[in-house]
């Protein structure tokens, strides 16, 4: 496929991709609702397959809430994007040539059922002529399959030789890089926080060890529990799932306060939504009241993992600081508020309680936990953590099993807590555009 076609097909995965991310729902829950498989769906917004009807698509586009405009112009790339793969498929059939039948080679004879075998390669049955009218292709296609069966019988009679616990240690799945350091210049698009926790088992050295009470992880760091059954195998090592963590999301798409220890002439107006994590760096800045963290979970391969339970710990609480409290809007609201894990800071122990949605005076069932996921179905989990009178460091502990093993993993913020703080008595700002500036909040 040319650098243009590929363009073509890769700005139509781009369209799907930007509305799907406009919903709350996971590749699998939209597949449900498609009548479709869910590697299907993914694969339409990766680029890697064009459907052929666009009725999925706009069904599609219907779920996602498009408006009439952005249907035309997703049905205007999706025949682009057919286009450009018809075309690429012509022309890898005229370079090789599987228009017709293979080529025959010269001065070879096709339905010469006594002509001797080509220079080179061993007569299949010198004593049994071969059958009349077998192209010359099929002769060869025989010899070949022969060969493979011949090698594939001395692998399997190699491997069966070899002991079943033949396994060496640290032959684990390999540790994802770090993450890159983060930009703090304004404008700067934000990354989003992703681990990959260590692949290296916690286990214990006795069986008594193993009663003791789980403890919290640390940063980095998850616990599992392997499978003891007799005569099990040994499960695969690491774990087998990846999450990222975005905590600078915003009420609505733009409701949200952030604490920053400087006057109004020097904060800067607020960013969009998408640089908030980069506007926040620049100013020291804390959630105020607020953060909402939207976690994205998913399984390393097709095989299912179980989300088990999800826990909150405080690791420190004190007074809320001082500063001043700059609202990035003056007011506003949405017709759709997703299903979220509510947590309230201001417990002494906090839980993270699953809270319905609301979708124009629809419900959103809440999402109740065990719930599965893989590398074809991932979920994301939002979390809405309040507090009132604290300044409150906290960090999220995700439980999970698969294939007979048990881990948690630590959710937090580049390797560091989250950090949420009250307002009540501190001076608020909202920034006014006709007089470009922070004025009192009203």
């Not at 789980?214 to 195998?233: A, F, V, Y």
């Not at 506007?279 to 020291?284: E, I």
């Not at 960090?395 to 698969?402: G, K, N, P, V």
């Amino acid at each position: 496929m040319s650098e243009a076609q590929d363009d073509d097909v890769q700005e139509f995965a781009a369209s799907l991709t930007r509305m799907k991310e406009r919903t709350d729902r996971s590749y699998g829950q939209l597949a449900r609702r498609l009548n479709m498989n869910t590697s299907t769906l993914h694969r339409y917004c990766a680029g890697d397959a064009v459907p052929l009807d666009f009725a999925p698509v706009e069904r599609f586009a219907a779920l996602c809430g498009a408006t009439p405009q952005e249907r035309l112009e997703l049905h205007r790339l999706w025949i682009l994007a057919v286009a450009a793969r018809q075309r690429s498929r012509t022309a890898a059939a005229e370079a090789t040539g599987t228009a017709g039948t293979p080529p025959e080679p010269a001065g070879e004879p096709v339905q010469d059922p006594v002509s001797p075998e080509p220079a080179g390669e061993p007569a299949l049955d010198p004593v049994s002529p071969e059958p009349p009218h077998r192209p010359w292709f099929r002769r060869r296609r025989f010899l070949v399959s022969a060969a493979v069966a011949t090698a594939l019988l001395a692998t399997l009679g190699s491997l069966s030789a070899l002991p079943d616990d033949d396994r060496r240690p640290g032959a684990s799945d390999s540790v994802e890089a770090a993450d890159p350091p983060r930009a703090t210049r304004p404008g700067t698009p934000r990354p989003k926080s992703t681990k990959s926790p260590s692949p290296s088992p916690k286990t214990s050295s006795s069986p008594s060890a193993g009663a003791s009470k789980k403890s919290s992880p640390k940063p980095g760091e998850r616990t599992e529990e392997p499978s003891k059954g007799p005569g099990q195998q040994r499960p695969p090592a690491g774990v087998p799932l990846t999450w990222s963590a975005d905590s600078h999301v915003w009420q609505a798409g733009c409701g949200h306060d952030y604490v920053i220890a400087r006057s109004p002439r020097q904060v800067p107006p607020p960013p969009a939504p998408q640089d908030a994590e980069t506007w926040a760096g620049t100013q020291n800045a804390v959630h105020g009241r607020q953060t909402l963290v939207e976690v994205s979970v998913q399984g390393r391969t097709s095989t299912a993992v179980v989300l088990e339970a999800l826990r909150v710990r405080v690791v420190g609480r004190s007074a809320p600081g001082r500063g001043s409290s700059y609202a990035m809007d003056n007011g506003c609201g949405g017709a759709l508020t997703p299903r979220y894990f509510d947590v309230d800071l201001d417990k002494d122990r906090p839980i993270a309680r699953p809270a319905d949605g609301n979708d124009s005076g629809v419900t959103i069932p809440a999402m109740r936990l065990p719930y599965r996921v893989s590398a074809e179905d991932p979920e994301v989990l939002l979390i809405d953590a309040r507090t009132k009178g604290c300044d409150c460091s906290w960090y999220l502990e995700l439980d999970w099993s698969s294939q007979g093993r048990t881990g948690t993993v630590r959710i937090d913020d580049h390797g560091r807590p989250f950090r949420t703080t009250g307002i009540d008595g501190l001076p608020r700002y909202s920034y006014d555009t006709s007089a470009r500036k922070w004025v009192p909040y009203s």
